[in-house]
């Protein structure tokens, strides 16, 4: 099952991302290396700054879903207002359909 994660930054955030940006590149690295992360970006605000991460992965369950967002250095971090997981349906432009 694919899992949309759209990740909300806290205000005044952006020195908190940047400064946790490298493990977080390599934290998606790793995720996409086994397969599990399908595709990832940041979300922009109106100056087109970086204000929250979207990221589609491949999981078991929602529990696993949850997993894997936890585990990222951003959400470890506390860089995060909010975190929202939802199932996904890929219907577009799927390279994978």
Known sequence: MLYALM???KPGSLDLRMSNRPAH???LKSLEA???LK???????DQEKPMGSLLVISAGHIKEA???AA???YAMADLFASTEIRAFNWVFKNPEA
Do not use: F, R
Request: charged content about 25%; glycine content about 14%; overall charge negative.
């Open 34 to 36: 086994s397969g599990v």
């Open 39 to 45: 595709m990832a970006g940041p979300l922009l605000d």
């Open 25 to 27: 590149v390599e934290y």
């Open 66 to 68: 949850e997993a894997i």
């Open 7 to 9: 990740c909300k930054d």
């Open 71 to 73: 585990g990222d250095p």
